[in-house]
């Protein structure tokens, strides 16, 4: 993330990062992470409701 400290007119303010990126780097791959446990829950629910509907009751 970055930050202007200063107020200016437009973007001349010299930006700084406020964020290390090992911090950056840790949330992207925690993002990633969620994202494909959420994506094979799904493919696992999809393909778990042909099953379920073909068993008898």
């Not at 930050?3 to 406020?18: C, D, E, K, M």
């Not at 090992?22 to 393909?47: D, F, K």
């Amino acid at each position: 993330m970055i930050r202007s400290l200063r107020v200016g007119a437009g973007f001349q303010a010299r930006p700084t990062s406020i964020a290390s990126t090992r911090l950056t780097h840790a949330v992207a791959a925690s993002l990633a992470v969620g994202c494909l446990s959420l994506c094979v829950i799904v493919a696992l629910t999809v393909m778990s409701i042909p099953v379920a509907s073909a068993m008898p009751l």
